[in-house]
């Protein structure tokens, strides 16, 4: 079956960095676009980043970017997001998920676009 395993979050001061990973298994993980999404306490959840099934393009919200990157190592199955710089309004439990369809040309920035998810890790950015 399909599994999306985060890793990698923890408690950070601000401007601080951390590099989460999330490695996946049961599907075929090269054929798909990636994304990060980040839920905070009361909130919807929001996209962060995403990677084309190539790696050849990435998206990133406003809010991110120059200071995160998304990168993905098709050889061992595994997304990653480097966060530097991080601020307080970072904190959240950030997840990966796989684009619902294969080789799409286009990425997706809605949660409905993603068809399998992680459980989470939790990311603090402590001021």
């Known amino acids: 079956q399909v599994q999306l395993v985060e890793s990698g979050g923890g408690l950070v001061q601000a401007g601080g960095s951390l590099r989460l990973s999330c490695a996946a298994s049961?599907?075929?993980?090269?054929?798909?676009?990636m994304g990060w999404f980040r839920q905070a306490p009361g909130k919807e959840r929001e996209f962060v980043a995403a990677?084309?099934?190539?790696?050849?393009?990435?998206y990133y919200r406003d809010s991110v970017k120059g200071r995160f990157t998304i990168s993905r190592d098709n050889a061992k199955n595994t997304v990653y997001l480097q966060m530097n710089s991080l601020k307080p309004e970072d904190t959240a439990v950030y997840y990966c998920?796989?684009?619902?369809?294969?080789?799409?040309?286009?990425?997706?920035?809605?949660?409905?676009?993603?068809?399998?998810w992680g459980q989470g890790t939790q990311v603090t950015v402590s001021s």
């Open positions: 998920a796989a684009d619902r369809l294969p080789r799409r040309p286009t990425m997706g920035w809605t949660p409905r676009e993603y068809g399998y």
């Open positions: 049961g599907f075929t993980f090269g054929s798909y676009a």
């Open positions: 990677i084309s099934w190539n790696g050849g393009n990435q």
